[in-house]
């Protein structure tokens, strides 16, 4: 199992950026892929973006692509999900995850088997 703890999270005004970081512990951290999701208020949690475990390929959202960037410090144990122009819209809880073992790199919550607390985004118009 491996524990996450998302931070970085706050309020914005619309235009601005904030950089969230996902610290993990557990598992060998560069054994594993990691990603980004979102729920906002009223709506189901959705994919932000998700980085191979050796950083090579990344996925993002059509929603935040070109405004975002996810990368990792294996040596860290940390993933980071740099959001820039942001908009009220992207207003929701992030949270990071982690890859299941044995599972396939992808978009879907499925694949992910462990899951941050999350960390609170609000974006003011």
């Known amino acids: 199992q491996v524990q996450l703890v998302e931070s970085g999270g706050g309020l914005v005004q619309a235009g601005g950026s904030l950089r969230l970081s996902c610290a993990a512990s557990?598992?060998?951290?560069?054994?594993?892929?990691m990603g980004w999701f979102r729920q906002a208020p009223g709506k189901e949690r959705e994919f932000v973006a998700a980085?191979?475990?050796?950083?090579?390929?990344?996925r993002y959202a059509d929603s935040v692509k070109g405004r975002s960037t996810i990368s990792r410090d294996n040596a860290k144990n940390t993933v980071y999900l740099q959001m820039n122009s942001l908009k009220p819209e992207d207003t929701a809880v992030y949270y990071c995850?982690?890859?299941?073992?044995?599972?396939?790199?992808?978009?879907?919550?499925?694949?992910?088997?462990?899951w941050g607390q999350g960390t609170q985004v609000t974006v003011s118009s």
């Open positions: 995850a982690a890859q299941a073992a044995g599972r396939p790199f992808a978009q879907s919550a499925a694949v992910f088997g462990s």
């Open positions: 557990g598992r060998t951290f560069s054994n594993y892929a």
């Open positions: 980085i191979s475990w050796s950083g090579d390929t990344t």
